[in-house]
T-cell receptor, first 116, second 114 residues
């Protein structure tokens, strides 16, 4: 079946503008994760959804960042008033909870965000 | 908070040889999960191998195996018979038992030399 998809693949925006990043998880996956990967660095955990709920939002870098998920499917990560330090690749992953496959995350190709 | 440390930013290995990538972590939890992910230049993260902390036996997936030392909080990845397609960034990751926290190391860039 289809894997995790993310759109857009690349986004260039001006400082101060808002951006919306989209993630379509694998159908039936109840868990969804957002990560940020700055150039040459590891993955920084941002937020996790179980169904449509995010139990812990403390990983979001600032109040300019928000995320939502609807229908236990698509998720959007919104960054308001973008800053240059927001430039990074934003990765989304989903997983099927329960059983032997618990915690195997399937990653999307990421969205490369560049703030000029 | 949990931390994951990969002390080797870059490594190289001759094709067909064996290489070991190091990873240490810090946690107060007793039950957790450890993973190695591969990220080739295409940027797509791919799960290489996983280990449940409650299992003493080291996980193995074909040419990939781990050396899991729970007391030492060490989780190294051994790649045998290295192939050109193994060239990628490798990330070690820790998953809490609650499922809502994941921590990645900073990665090791592996180059397989023909």
């Amino acid at each position: 079946g289809a894997g995790v998809s993310q759109s857009p693949s690349n986004k260039v925006t001006e400082k101060g503008k808002d951006v919306e990043l989209r993630c379509d998880p694998i159908s039936g996956h109840t868990a969804l994760y957002w990560y940020r990967q700055r150039l040459g660095q590891g993955l920084e955990f941002l937020i996790y959804f179980q169904g449509n709920s995010a139990p812990d939002k403390s990983g979001l870098p600032s109040d300019r960042f928000s995320a939502e998920r609807t229908g236990e499917s698509v998720s959007t990560l919104t960054i308001q008033r973008t800053q240059q330090e927001d430039s990074a690749v934003y990765l989304c992953a989903s997983s099927l909870l329960g059983g032997q496959l618990f915690y195997e995350q399937y990653f999307g190709p990421g969205t490369r965000l560049t703030v000029t | 908070a949990q931390t994951v440390t990969q002390s080797q930013p870059e490594m190289s290995v001759q094709e067909a040889e064996t290489v070991t990538l190091s990873c240490t972590y810090d946690t107060s939890e007793n039950n957790y999960y450890l993973f190695w992910y591969k990220q080739p230049p295409s940027r797509q993260m791919i799960l290489v191998i996983r280990q449940e902390a409650y299992k003493q036996q080291n996980a193995t997936e074909n040419r990939f195996s781990v050396n899991f030392q729970k007391a030492a909080k060490s989780f190294s990845l051994k790649i045998s018979d290295s192939q050109l397609g193994d060239t990628a960034m490798y990330f070690c990751a820790f998953g809490s038992n609650t499922g809502n926290q994941f921590y990645f190391g900073t990665g090791t860039s592996l180059t397989v030399i023909p």
